[in-house]
């Protein structure tokens, strides 16, 4: 088509204007893409055949027998500059469900694992990508059943528990609640993990 016979270039600029501006506004509204449109280069999150890394919601869904994809979603969380940030879900197929907090491609906070009833089965805290701090498993019935304790991704027997008794299940039932006052329990990113704009300079680095 001739630009002259649209009505001129300034057409064509403000069409590719509106093009942008609802890529941003379906940045904003949350719409997730399927994972399957997304390619990691340098250990970075591309949406394929895009040289800007991505920012924004994933979803993975699970499979059948056949490699087909089904409507079951198996995984979902959030890319900050091409890296996992916040919240990931994953959901298993024996029901079970993992939720994993992330800072820039790195774990760091909370690892929180359910049995297929919805109880509690595994929780650990963790920094900068390595198990830090104590640990607590849990029984199919969601009781408490041991502790154990990491130093900077290292298993620490002397601080570890064992089999819980009622002390060791007052310290993980206190832990536990400070873990709660974060991300999962409804804070904001910026509150959590500090302005955007420093975020975005710490993506670059890694």
């Not at 154990?148 to 089999?163: F, H, M, R």
Request: glycine share 14%; with cysteine.
């Amino acid at each position: 088509m001739n630009i002259e016979a649209w009505g001129g270039s300034g057409r064509w600029r403000t069409a590719a204007a509106a093009l942008a501006l609802a890529a941003a506004l379906l940045l904003l509204s949350g719409c997730s893409v399927d994972s399957s449109e997304l390619e990691v280069r340098n250990g970075k999150a591309y949406l394929k055949g895009s040289k800007e890394v991505y920012h924004g919601k994933a979803v993975t869904y699970h499979t059948d027998a056949r490699g087909k994809k089904t409507e079951k979603i198996y995984e979902e969380g959030s890319y900050a500059y091409g890296l996992k940030d916040g919240v990931w879900i994953t959901n298993k197929w024996d029901g079970g469900r993992q939720e994993i907090e992330y800072r820039l491609g790195k774990q760091d906070g909370k690892l929180v694992e359910y049995h297929r009833n919805g109880n509690k089965s595994h929780e650990q805290g963790y920094r900068n990508g390595v198990a830090d701090g104590p640990g607590a498993y849990f029984d199919f019935e969601g009781e408490l059943s041991r502790t154990v304790y990491y130093k900077n991704g290292s298993p620490a027997p002397e601080l570890s528990q064992g089999a819980a008794t009622k002390s060791t299940q007052d310290s993980v039932k206190k832990w536990v609640d400070s873990m709660n006052q974060g991300f999962l329990k409804g804070q904001s990113k910026e509150e959590v993990f500090g302005d955007d704009e420093k975020k975005k300079k710490e993506a670059e680095g890694r």
